[in-house]
């Protein structure tokens, strides 16, 4: 904003002298209001996007394999808690859930929608992707019917399968503390926490490091928030911080053990 104030009053100065100066800091100051109004518009706008299109496609995930369970009902509402949601903010949620278990509601023109917000940014659509599956798996399973819808999902947002494994490996616990008799990581743990970091377990280590310091970089919640994150999910965003990490120690362990 000051950066346009004093590029107004230059301009100014140097067209119309002193005079000049005050009008183009003055031009200059109401552009610089326009233009961040309308920047906070469209960031406040993006949030509520993200957040409709959460709770619509997770509807719609639910009802893929014919029913929603009542666990997955009970995880959509753990999901409200952990946003923070007030009484207004839950019924809209609970009204989007709706429309998205609709036999007429149009996926693809949803994610249509929630495209443009989360473009390029892989983390956006991971985070968008590890609640969807939060609440799906919440009976204990991924129902192939589910599964196949998440991906048209994942595909739909511009994803690769391969995000889509690596959300599915937060899921199964195995970056939550999973490890085998004596603290020793499992072979399952350990294979998960790879795909976690979208690395080989091949990769060398300064690879893996590179690999783990892109991840958070990217994953940061501000960073997150600044691209449209609704704040309420700033703290699903530091939770996948922490499982980055835990799969980066889980390797780190392994590889040390190995040595």
Known sequence: MLTVILIGALLGLWIGGPLGLLIGGGI???IARRWRRSALGRLASARAQFLESTFAVMGCLC???GRVSEDELEASRRIWDQLRLDEGQRARAR???NRG???????????ARLRPIVGQQSALRQVFLQIQLAAIAA???LDPAEHEMLVRVARGLGCSESEVAQIEAMLRGATAGDAGQGGAPS???LEDAYRVLGVEPGASDS???RAYR????ENHPDKLAAKGLPESMREMAEKRTREITHAYDLIKQARAEAA
Do not use: N, P, T, V
């Not at 278990?101 to 994610?111: G, I, M």
């Open 139 to 141: 009976d204990g399973r």
């Open 187 to 189: 072979a399952q743990a």
């Open 101 to 111: 278990k609709a036999a007429d509601f149009d996926l693809d023109a949803e994610l």
């Open 214 to 217: 892109k991840l958070m970089s």
């Open 28 to 30: 200059g100051y109401w």
């Open 207 to 209: 690879e893996i490091k």
């Open 63 to 65: 009802k893929a394999d």
């Open 95 to 97: 009204a989007d859930f």
